[in-house]
């Protein structure tokens, strides 16, 4: 008996998708609250950069400048009770974002007890179950797939959470990312995956990288809607987070979030970026700068430049005063070798 020929597949475009984000429109007090995260983000970063210069942060360290308006604008949209978050090892900015005290975050740089990982993860493996921070991981797209447990976590458990799960274009060509595609939307995850495209992953173009460089369309094949997204526009960030969230909590699977974005400094503190030219990353911040964006916004309306003075003062103040704290903490004791090694004794 002859088979039925299956039904014609449907093109993504004819599928149900999320409608096209709109550019959040804040309130004058809402711009502010991104302008002073940004900025702290900004300026705890170069604090940082200059104590690995003089040897208070050992390994390696992955700056987030010029990338604040990602973390910032997505994860000002989330509900801090229910949803999750996990990154790569640039993670920083991400715990800063979600109001993280920076002098935990700057204990941790520098190997301090103090810190939030009590001094034994460093700059790339920040934790805090408390504020559903799940890292900070170091290797290449393994956070992946551990936000799409956490997204499974969410619907076992129906709490009603979203997991946000980042990572780089340099991660996007990694096999257990479409394996957790795969998966999310099969078992339709509550996960928003956010890829950082900062263009140039370690040292290579994504151009040159990937053969499909337009890497919202990823999920294309296992079903999944993807949005490109101005990255360096902190309200268009915030309107995709909007349109994405409402998508996973009416229970339609996964989505995908192109996040473009740029680094000013090379992949980590070790590199110094030969691969592009100074003209280059100066044309990006003098166009492209999320944070002097949001000041001239909120120039206009009518935040003067004594009040913006008067910020800036006291983000360096808080930054200061988390590298004093972070240089004069305690090392942890050496019996914490030992701890945290085992969830249980075996």
Not at 68 to 93: N, P
Request: charge should be negative; charged fraction near 25%.
């Amino acid at each position: 008996m002859a088979k039925s020929p299956a039904p014609p597949a449907v093109p993504l475009t004819n599928r149900e998708r999320p409608a096209d984000p709109k550019p959040f429109e804040a309130t004058k007090e809402q711009l502010l609250d991104f302008y002073k995260h940004m900025l702290l983000i900004r300026r705890f970063e170069e604090k940082a950069g200059q104590l690995y210069g003089l040897g208070f942060i050992g390994g390696f360290c992955h700056l987030y400048i010029g990338q604040e308006a990602v973390a910032v604008g997505l994860q000002s949209a989330l509900d801090g009770d229910k949803d999750s978050v996990i990154t790569g090892y640039r993670d920083h900015g991400h715990m800063l974002a979600y109001g993280i005290d920076p002098k935990v975050i700057m204990a941790e740089l520098t190997g301090r007890a103090a810190g939030i990982s009590r001094g034994k993860g460093g700059s790339m493996h920040m934790f805090s179950t408390e504020h559903k921070f799940y890292g900070g991981h170091g290797i290449v797209g393994a956070q992946v797939s551990l936000g799409t447990g956490l997204a499974f976590g969410h619907k076992y458990s129906n709490d009603g959470g979203v997991c946000l799960a980042y990572f780089g274009d340099g991660a996007a060509n990694q096999g257990q990312v479409y394996e957790s595609f795969n998966m999310a939307e099969l078992w339709k995850l509550p996960i928003i995956f956010v890829i950082e495209n900062n263009q140039y992953a370690m040292g290579t173009s994504v151009n040159r990288a990937s053969a499909e460089d337009q890497l919202y369309r990823r999920g294309e094949s296992f079903r999944i809607p993807g949005i490109q997204v101005d990255g360096m526009d902190v309200l268009a960030c915030r309107g995709a987070a909007e349109e994405a969230l409402a998508w996973v909590r009416a229970g339609k699977g996964p989505v995908i979030l192109e996040m473009k974005t740029y680094r000013y400094r090379g992949h980590s503190m070790s590199d110094p970026a030969k691969y592009r030219s100074r003209e280059e990353v100066q044309g990006v911040r003098d166009k492209s700068d999320p944070i002097e964006h949001v000041k001239k916004l909120l120039e206009a309306q009518g935040v003067g430049e004594a009040d913006l003075k008067t910020i800036e003062q006291e983000i360096r103040k808080t930054v200061n005063e988390a590298a004093d704290f972070a240089e004069s903490t305690p090392e942890p004791d050496e019996a914490e070798l030992y701890t945290d090694v085992l969830v249980e004794t075996y």
